[in-house]
């Protein structure tokens, strides 16, 4: 799901500190919003923000230096109509960077117009990666999944099974032997590109890691700061299964690799069985290092058959 979409004050608000920006006109519906149709459809945060386009409508138009110096440089009549060209598209606002100053017939239709008119001193470039980058987070898909999402070995990788099997115990001694967590019980996935997941936890459980027996613990405060994170990408899932559901649904060595989709992004997956006497602590972190290797272009299992393979070849 996508967020509503954000008001033109809301984004000023954001902003204004890092940006120092003005607004200047538009100030009569200051809750003008992107376009819900646009936000649907866009593959990306480059599509709700750019240079000034006159064929992408319901987008940011910024306006630097280039832009300003084409509105201007030609007559009267020409300007009219290309300023007017900006209102048709019907940008939620306009921006003008680059220490430039609108010309007064852009300050006059966005008025008429009801868009608002953002000015900054900053350069065209930054506030279209401040904008890009803030609007990527801010409009991307989310779900929201049970388990323990951790840092790894510098890998993002969410802990799951079902209740009961001991995932929050097993983070714990993660944390204990070095790792990082990211968020307990509820992680908070956004799809912020075509290809990468990344996990938040929620504002309400920042830090907090609930263990069975013991409660609540505040991994930070017991831990320090080094034993928690803000966010991860999403590389692996290591699923717990009990011992018998392992040797009933999945195979001992599976041909191909183990994929789950989550927000149509298929992330590496391992399913490891719960069992008295197994240090699961040691084999989640043997994953993350096999997963690395794999991330590297090194497969072992596939080098195993080929290994196999050879050896056949010979005895033959």
Known sequence: MKPSVISAEALFEEHRPALRWEWIAGHAHPERRFDEA???NAQSAADLVGYLNYIHPYRVQLVGRREVAYLQD???EDQERRIQRIVTLEPPVVIVADAQSPPDRLVALCDRADIPLFVTDESAGHVIDVMRGYLSQL???RTTRHGVFMDILGVGVMLTGESGLGKSELGLELISRGHGLVADDAVDLYRISQTAIEGRCPELLLNLLEVRGIGLLDIKSIFGETAVRRKMRLKLIVHLV???TLE???ERLPYEPLNEDILNVPVRKVVIAVDAGRNLAVLVEA???STILQLRGIDTYREFIERHQKAM???G
């Open 242 to 244: 009990r011992k018998e």
């Open 74 to 76: 030609s007559s009267l």
């Open 139 to 141: 409009f991307a898909e």
């Open 287 to 289: 994953a993350v290092r």
């Open 38 to 40: 646009a936000v649907r």
């Open 248 to 250: 009933r649904d999945f």
């Open 313 to 315: 070849q010979k005895a």
